[in-house]
Every structure is written in C-alpha cells, then in structure tokens.
C-alpha cells in the first residue's frame, strides 16, 4: 500500500525516528494507527462529538509549538505503555 502524508507528518515522524525508540518509518505509523484504533483511543464518533463540544467553549489560542508539544507528550506516554 502506498500513502501520501503531507510534510509536516514526514518532519514528526523522522523526529520519533531520531529519538531512537522506533527502527523504522513503518513502525512509526503502526504504534501511531494501533493508539488511534485501540481501545483505549477515540473512534471517530467519540472525536466528532469532542470536537463539536469543544466549539461551544471559549477558545484561548496555543502558544507557538504548543500543539506539537502536546502531540509528542501524548506519543512518549503511549510509548511508555
């Protein structure tokens, strides 16, 4: 199978590769879909009705590099199970 991912999901990937606790791209992507589909990860109804209750609150928006901080705190924690 072949998938196109946009270059900023390419530049976070070589970062989980250069963190040394992946041996490949591949793995990579399967720890990342295996957390996303597992049991313990949202499905897409689960994501939909969060995003749509997220809008009813205020927003503050993130800091500079927040949302990436968030993301790769959120792939180590899932690392570490």
Known sequence: MTVKISRR?????AE?????????ADEVIDFALREQFSDGGMGF????????E????PTVP???????????REIRR????
């Open 45 to 52: 109804d689960e994501v939909e009705a969060s995003l749509l």
């Open 9 to 13: 999901s390419e530049e976070l990937i």
């Open 78 to 81: 899932g690392a570490e199970q």
């Open 62 to 72: 993130y800091r500079a590099g927040e949302f990436k901080e968030m993301v790769m």
């Open 54 to 57: 997220a809008v009813k609150e």
């Open 16 to 24: 989980e590769l250069k963190s040394g606790r992946y041996a490949s």
